[in-house]
């Protein structure tokens, strides 16, 4: 994440607290207000700072999730983790540090489905699965970069919708969920990897025809 300008750093800290307040407020100016009377923020700063409209104010909480995100995980805490556990950690991460807003997350959810906010909807799930695979070390820039992220994706969300439900103790049913929901991504990455490298030794109908063009000498 870049540096943010001291407006957007002004947004991202009050971003959580807009989303606690949005519980009893809704994602309106007045959630603003709340959130920077707790923070002892000016609250024409904070109104400037932080959108109007419903949507563009779930898209700045969302945002506020990621940077929280990004600033609990530094390289050393999530360098010793397998690849499953961090982003198992960087997505229970996020459940529990939005379960103080986990009714307004019901409705920004909401807010997001209406049609003419899809397109937010998919890029603030696109850059926040790009935000988790990023904190987990993949590097990937062909084709695996899209489909990681796009798999992510659906998992989170997903796993968003189950836990909205959830009513077990420490949210036991959603963990095991999610544990369900990364095991078959992980089968399907080791069934993907074993395809690719199983491709090279695959005869191949190119390889076959060149070698009738231009035989070897």
Known sequence: MTDPTPLESVRRQIALAVGENAVFDGWTGKAVDSAA????????????????????????????????????????????????????????????????????????????????????????????????????????TDYNHYTKRLILSGVYGATLLAWLDDQTEGWTATAAFLDRRLGEVMRFEKAKAEWTANAIRRPSLSRFLGRLRYPPH
């Open 37 to 140: 009377a707790q923070l002892g923020i000016d609250p024409a700063v904070a109104r400037l700072a932080f959108p109007k409209d419903p949507a563009a104010m779930v898209e700045a909480w969302i945002d506020g999730v990621d940077a929280a995100m990004v600033n609990a995980f530094p390289p050393e805490r999530i360098a010793a983790m397998k690849v499953r556990d961090r982003i198992r950690s960087l997505i229970w991460f996020r459940l529990e540090t939005t379960g103080p807003a986990r009714e307004a997350v019901r409705s920004a959810l909401a807010i997001l489905a209406m049609p003419q906010n899809v397109p937010l909807g998919l890029k603030t799930g696109w850059r926040s699965a790009d935000r988790m695979w990023r904190l987990a070390g993949d590097t990937a």
